[in-house]
Structure formats: C-alpha cells, structure tokens
C-alpha cells in the first residue's frame, strides 16, 4: 500500500497577527524621525492603530512591513504638518494678542458720530475735515479756505466744542475713548466721505 499525501487547504494567516513583530523595526524608524523616544513610541502606536482599523485595505500579495512604514511615514509627516500651524501657548499670552475687539462697538460710535457731525454748520464740518480728518496744518487750511489762519484755529475750536456737546461729552472727554486709533481713523474717514 502506498502513503497518500494528505492535502490540507492552507488557511490564509491573519496579518494582525505580524503586527507585533514589526513594531522594533517600525520603532527604530520611528525614532530616526523624531529624534524623540516617547513621540516615536506614539507615532508607532498610532501607525499600529491606523494598520489595525484599515487591515481591510491591505493586500497580503504585498510586503507588510512596507505597508507599515508607509502607514507611519505619512502620519509622521501629517502630523509634522499640523504642529508647524499650532502655537505653544499655555500662558495664553498668544491667544490673548489674536482678540479683537468687537466691530459693533466702531459701527455704533461712527453713526452716533456721523448725527452729531451732520448737525454741524458747513463752515465747522469744513474745518473738522480739513484739520482734524485730513491732517492739513492751520496755515495749510486757511490757504484753502482763503481765511486768516486765526480764524481757522477758532472755528476748529468750536467745532469741536459743538460736536463734543452733540455727542453728550463732559470736558476733556474724548469720544473715542476706549476706541483703538484704527476705528477712530474709520470714524473720521466716513465722515469725511460723507462731507
């Protein structure tokens, strides 16, 4: 009697179950990116997790360990990407700076700012504007208003007096008080524009 050979059906294995096995080379890789032990055991880890969740998308007629270090390369370099936008900013010194202060509060005073400027005579709304919102000298103002400058440092007086008592301002109250330089060149501007 002659021995028959017993064919038996090969169960494909699991490539979970070589997962372990590649985490010393996957380390080892892991640390030559890093520089850092403890950030390379988490990219190992994370590069494990991610293979273990897509092991669906692995084709076994192909090399694992390549797979795997591909896995970890493109987290290694995903990440990298990521840290370079984030800011360390644990006092919240960074963050504090970022803040804006609300646009409301510039829109309120530029219409509040623009009543009480439309009520002014033609003669002080020219003054405001040329002295106080384009930056002209006296002397500069007076040349264009054909006036003595005498005259335009006296209308620029009380046109800031009637303004302050239109806008409801105690003396020495400034109406952009608590308002940044920017808003307030908005402020003037707008009004400017609409002299």
């Known amino acids: 009697m002659t021995a028959r050979a017993v064919v038996v059906p090969l169960v494909p294995e699991d490539p979970r179950d070589r997962l372990a096995g590649a985490i010393p080379k996957l380390r ?10 403890s950030r390379a055991d988490d990219l190992v880890q994370d590069t494990i997790l991610k293979a273990w969740t897509n092991m669906d998308k692995f084709d076994p007629a ?13 987290t290694f370099y995903s990440d990298l990407r990521k840290t370079r936008r984030e800011v360390q900013d644990s006092d919240g010194v960074h963050a504090g700076a970022l803040s804006v202060k609300p646009a409301h509060d510039g829109r309120l005073a530029l219409q509040e700012f623009q009543r009480a400027f439309d009520k002014l005579s033609p003669e002080h709304r020219e003054v405001l504007i040329l002295v106080g919102a384009s930056g002209f000298s006296c002397e500069d103002a007076a040349a264009m208003m054909g006036v003595a400058v005498g005259t335009v440092k006296s209308r620029a007086s009380r046109a800031r007096k009637r303004l302050a008592e239109l806008l409801h301002l105690e003396d020495g109250e400034d ?14 501007r707008q009004a400017a524009a609409g002299f």
Do not use: K
């Open 62 to 74: 192909t090399n694992l360990d390549a797979w795997l270090f591909t896995i970890l390369r493109n």
């Open 175 to 188: 109406l952009f008080a608590g308002t940044d330089g920017a808003t307030q060149a908005v402020v003037l």
């Open 28 to 37: 080892a890789f892991a640390i030559s990116l890093t520089r850092e032990v």
